[in-house]
């Protein structure tokens, strides 16, 4: 409410979606953070700490995400903010024109909304858990909140809970941790028993000599990449990018926030070690059914009753935090590169400030049916990474850095990666791989072919746009652009 009295005093529909581009440091700083520290980062790190098929070596968002932002704020950051662009579609517009824009727009709004259902499902499930309250309820009232305040006060309102929910995050954990430690042994214990579990999945990152890894190797290093260098062309980033007071401000949010985002994945890491190792039978219940439960399960049944409590409102606000960000950035785009471009370019500042108002609602509430609807969507938002990988981030790239990128090598290497990217299949969705990638078994492959499909994405857009320079010109990024 605080934040919407202040946004309310702006007549600048940017301001709404901005901040006026003068958030105060100390949120920057939180909001910048909670871009990726979630519901989804802190229950799935340790659901990959606790499976038996993974491991902490298969934990790769901590460190993913956290090098993401040093990436995005050495080589993007300051280039974005400095063009005083408004949304991370900016720079295609400017490069490939409106239509190619709402259509690059498509895969960027699809990640947003998934995203932000599934840590709606995720949020249900942890309520579910541990207050056996309704699972509908929970998203429902979850929602309503975060829909809530985003409509009233935009970015700004956004910014001001991300340092509440963030500080709840960590000060719940921090206190859930010796509890949790203690019943474990000791730090000692817990990593011996772990190591003795997992051998060489028990470490960050893996042993490239040791036999057991084989071609799986090439698997992990492309998850890997796609954390690293797909965790950059998110608008739930670059919102933040842009609305710092200058760039080199945008920059060292990014740098701080990376390594926010180690300090708070590190309760979540001992947290799946401990569910990995503990005795359930001796704690009187059985181990989690599934290993996207153990967050809720240890705080239960392996923790004082006020620790669980203390422990659930932390899991909340990191829901909260990641859902309120991602409602917003999906209508920031669609407003500001869609709507506002082809079909309203004369509309005045109240006219947009309504439509984001409008957008916010519309897109929460997609987001809020699909929880309500399909209790398991990782698969599909696993599926969006992919995507904003393998498309997003070659188009950004290229619009950003390569002078003669143009509308046809943009559509070329959008259909190329998209193509490379599902001809490798996904288990997850059903998908079979119908292109011969090598180390291929059982209907899947070993073979980096999310990267190989990035990598052929960038060489296509250089190499037609190259080629194509007579009969589609390339569009110049600023006016004084050479």
Not at 183 to 207: H, I
Request: hydrophobic letters at 50%.
């Amino acid at each position: 409410m605080y934040a919407s009295k202040q946004e309310q005093k702006s007549e600048d529909s940017g301001d709404m979606l901005l901040a006026g581009r003068n958030i105060p440091i100390l949120v920057g700083i939180f909001t910048m953070t909670a871009t990726w520290v979630g519901g989804g980062y802190i229950n799935g790190t340790a659901e990959a700490v606790f499976d038996k098929t993974k491991g902490l070596v298969w934990a790769q968002a901590p460190w993913g995400y956290a090098l993401s932002l040093v990436i995005g704020g050495t080589f993007f950051a300051g280039v974005m903010r400095k063009n005083g662009f408004t949304t991370m579609l900016d720079p295609f517009e400017k490069r490939y024109g409106k239509k190619v824009t709402s259509l690059l727009f498509i895969p960027a709004l699809v990640g947003e909304v998934f995203w932000s259902a599934a840590i709606l499902v995720a949020l249900g499930t942890t309520f579910g858990v541990i207050l056996d309250y309704d699972f509908h309820n929970s998203i429902l009232i979850s929602a309503a909140i975060a829909i809530g305040y985003t409509v009233l006060g935009g970015l700004l309102s956004v910014a001001y809970t991300d340092v509440i929910q963030l500080i709840c995050i960590f000060i719940g954990l921090v206190i859930a941790l010796p509890s949790i430690v203690n019943y474990a042994g000791g730090w000692d214990v817990l990593w011996m028993k772990y190591q003795q579990e997992f051998t060489v999945n028990a470490f960050v990152l893996p042993d490239f000599t040791a036999p057991a890894w084989g071609t799986k190797i090439w698997t992990w290093l492309d998850l890997a990449f796609l954390l690293v260098l797909g965790g950059v062309p998110w608008q739930v980033y670059f919102q933040r990018v842009l609305s710092s007071p200058d760039a080199r401000t945008a920059r060292n949010l990014s740098y701080i926030a990376a390594v926010g985002c180690i300090v708070m994945a590190i309760p979540a890491i001992v947290i799946g070690m401990v569910g990995a190792t503990a005795d359930w039978q001796a704690a009187g219940t059985k181990a989690p059914a599934d290993a996207s439960l153990v967050l809720p399960y240890v705080l239960q049944h392996l923790t004082p009753p006020i620790v669980a409590t203390i422990g659930l409102s932390a899991v909340a606000a990191a829901v909260m935090s990641s859902v309120d960000s991602s409602i917003l950035s999906a209508s920031s785009m669609f407003v500001w590169n869609v709507y506002r471009p082809l079909f309203r370019p004369d509309a005045g500042e109240e006219e947009v400030k309504k439509v984001i108002r409008v957008a916010i609602l519309v897109i929460g509430g997609i987001a809020t049916l699909l929880a309500l609807q399909v209790k398991s969507v990782y698969g599909l938002w696993y599926l969006c990474a992919d995507l904003v990988y393998v498309v997003l981030f070659p188009q950004l790239t290229m619009a950003l850095f390569y002078k003669k990128a143009n509308t046809i090598g943009a559509m070329s290497g959008a259909c190329v990666g998209l193509f490379l990217r599902i001809g490798g299949g996904e288990t997850l969705l059903g998908l079979p791989m119908f292109l011969p990638y090598p180390m291929a078994h059982n209907g899947t492959s070993d073979f980096p072919f999310r990267t190989f499909a990035m990598l052929m994405s960038i060489f296509t857009i250089y190499l037609v746009s190259l080629l194509s320079q007579s009969i589609n010109q390339a569009q110049p990024l600023l006016e004084n652009e050479e």
